[in-house]
């Protein structure tokens, strides 16, 4: 697959959000919306890593296995479900708060309401969701981003959206006027991130081609600091 080069340079993107108000997550049993395995740890690590750190309990929604990441691969669902696994129990989330759906990747868009009454069953009182943004410039991403929206407004719940595909295929006009918050991390949170994302190794390394992950879309993730879009209900 061809090497996607990003719209916008980093260093364009850190001089635009170097002045961000600062946040700090709610320390409230909290409900991760990940499409693929790797969008927890790439959009959110750092935030998993800090609530477990403080025993908050962490909920896994895995929508799909990213079985599709790679054109004709075999395996590769149950490969990246492998190390979904290892890079979240890298940040402290028991294998038993991982709920897996097995929704099709690259469809999820086809499957919204079945996505929707799925995170309906996760949720409880007081809980936060985390998801991804629905304007993320992928479809799985932004079906997902539409799901949590309208699960977060039937239960009256806290609502945070992550971004990943934005930073490449975005500009920073696109968050101008919106709820746009930084999560400074510790170096020890950045450090488990990192460790966490080397557990997705299909994504880093493409025999017959270009991976998903090259250095460059990588950069967002090495940060030290997680941008969020943040509204309460």
């Known amino acids: 697959m061809p090497t ?72 590769l669902g149950e490969l990246r479900e492998r190390e979904q696994n290892e890079a979240l129990a890298r940040l402290g989330v028991e294998r038993q708060s991982v709920h897996r759906l097995k929704l099709p990747d690259k469809e999820l868009s086809d499957w919204e309401g079945s996505l929707e009454r799925s995170l309906s069953m996760f949720v409880s009182p007081g809980m936060h969701i985390v998801a991804p943004w629905p304007r993320d410039f992928h479809p799985d991403h932004e079906a997902c981003g539409r799901a949590a929206e309208r699960v977060a407004s039937k239960f009256g719940l806290e609502l945070t959206f992550y971004l990943f595909w934005t930073w490449h295929r975005g500009v920073p006009q696109m968050l101008e006027g919106l709820p746009t918050v930084s999560l400074r991390l510790s170096e020890g949170e950045r450090r488990t991130k990192l460790f966490a994302l080397e557990a997705h190794q299909s994504q880093f390394y493409q025999p017959d081609g270009a991976p998903i992950l090259s250095p460059e879309l990588l950069r967002p993730a090495e940060r030290e600091f997680e941008v969020y879009l943040h509204s309460c209900p």
């Open 4 to 75: 996607i080069v990003p719209l916008t340079p980093e260093s364009e993107w850190l001089s635009r959000l170097c002045d961000l108000p600062p946040w700090e997550p709610p320390l409230v049993s909290t409900l991760i919306v990940a499409p693929h395995p790797d969008d927890e740890t790439l959009g959110a690590g750092g935030m998993i890593a800090r609530l477990r750190l403080q025993d908050i309990p962490v909920t896994v929604a895995a929508v799909s296995d990213g079985e599709k990441a790679y054109p004709g691969a075999h395996g």
